[in-house]
């Protein structure tokens, strides 16, 4: 069994910056792919990031240059910075180890409103 904990989220102005950190409890951390997922209201979940298990790293088209995805195996963390953040970057964020038939936080809230 993995849990996941997520941290980081609230509200930001538009061009503002924020990290979202999530730290996980899994044997073989390391052995997972791992990411960050969102959804916004009336929207389906898309990727956001994720850091494959082979180490590359893979992003949505959206969030392209601005956002970055990093991760500590040592730590069992998956870090997300995001920077120049835009409006329409408003969702809930996942957490996600193993894939998207894997393990999923329980969502924190970021909202992008001057």
């Known amino acids: 069994q993995v849990q996941l904990v997520e941290s980081g989220g609230g509200l930001v102005q538009p061009g503002g910056s924020m990290t979202l950190s999530c730290v996980a409890s899994?044997?073989?951390?390391?052995?997972?792919?791992t990411g960050w997922y969102r959804q916004a209201p009336g929207k389906e979940r898309e990727l956001v990031a994720r850091?494959?298990?082979?180490?590359?790293?893979d992003y949505g088209d959206a969030v392209k240059g601005r956002f970055t995805i990093s991760r500590n195996n040592a730590k069992q963390t998956v870090d997300l910075q995001m920077n120049s953040l835009k409006p329409e970057d408003t969702a809930v964020y996942y957490c996600?180890?193993?894939?998207?038939?894997?393990?999923w936080g329980q969502g924190i809230q970021v909202t992008v409103s001057s």
């Open positions: 996600n180890v193993g894939g998207t038939l894997g393990y």
């Open positions: 899994a044997r073989d951390f390391s052995t997972y792919s």
């Open positions: 850091i494959l298990r082979g180490g590359n790293t």
